[in-house]
């Protein structure tokens, strides 16, 4: 139990980050020997102290690839967290009979995970989303260490690089210098700046007499279709959709369970292909 604590504190850095780079630090790095014999153990026996051992010796080196990403604005706390998580990864899918050392198996799992994280927390809106963007938003962001945007000659290059037209590293270039904004106004902002959010531009439509009439009719409508389509059910598979799901104070599917003397997995079963025909029935009507 103890040894289970220690693996998971170590791995989240918490508020004292130089005390947390210090405790990893000063765990010994393994030989090529323990880390062959601890990898097998792992491997062929499952041994999970063994895992533990592993993944505690190889912190310092996320701490190090941690550091490589520190231009994002980011936690260097939360980095080294994500990247724990792909140095885990690592460890479970290792092969000790490939012959690598752990460390250059590893590092592709940290840098995934890092890079996941930074591309869902560095901006609001995704600047990446497929492989290709999201090897260009990298590429540019080596690149781009001012605030300067790039010459002519440095997008033809970068683009004749990595594949892509000089109008797509224009764009991402584009994604990665805009900031966010916020949708509505800051608290203590005074009148002239609050005017200037977003969310005054927006039309409220909430007292639109049709566009009331439109919402009563698409939810009669919708009911209409729900009792239609409730009513070829047979009785059990009603009643299941309607403790579930329908009733003020639902029930679990344990307690269905009880009632109709079956296992949850069978209720469970039950209430999904029941969902799949009122969905078709809807659709249908």
């Known amino acids: 139990m103890g040894k289970s604590l220690q693996l998971v504190e170590a791995l989240s850095p918490g508020q004292n980050l130089e005390a947390y780079v210090r405790s990893v630090s000063a765990i010994p790095i393994l030989t090529k020997e323990e880390e062959s014999e601890l990898a097998r153990s792992l491997f062929f026996d499952n041994d999970l102290d063994a895992a533990r051992r592993l993944v ?126 916020a949708f509505d106004a800051s608290v203590g902002d005074d009148d002239e700046r609050a005017y200037q959010s977003p969310a005054y531009f927006l039309e409220d439509h909430s007292n639109d007499p049709a566009r009331k009439l439109e919402d009563e009719n698409w939810e009669a409508d919708s009911n209409l279709r729900l009792a239609e389509a409730m009513g070829q059910l047979d009785e059990r598979s009603k009643d299941i959709l309607m403790q579930r799901w329908l009733s003020e104070q639902k029930s679990t599917l344990h307690e269905l369970a009880a009632q109709y003397q079956v296992s949850a997995e069978r209720i469970r079963q039950l209430e999904k292909n029941a969902m799949k025909k009122i969905k078709v029935a809807m659709l249908e009507a």
């Open 56 to 181: 505690m010796s190889h912190m310092r080196f996320v701490v190090h690839v941690a550091k490589t990403y520190s231009g994002y604005g980011l936690s260097q706390g939360d980095l080294i967290q994500e990247g724990n998580v792909g140095l885990m990864k690592a460890v479970k899918r290792f092969d000790p009979t490939m012959g690598v050392r752990l460390v250059s198996f590893a590092v592709h799992w940290i840098k995934a995970e890092m890079h996941e994280f930074i591309l869902r927390n560095w901006r609001i809106v995704k600047v990446a989303t497929t492989k290709a963007q999201r090897k260009l938003f990298f590429n540019l962001r080596s690149k781009k260490k001012g605030l300067n945007w790039l010459t002519n000659d440095e997008v033809k290059a970068m683009a004749e690089d990595l594949g892509v037209d000089q109008a797509v590293v224009r764009q991402m270039e584009g994604r990665m210098s805009s900031s966010d904004m």
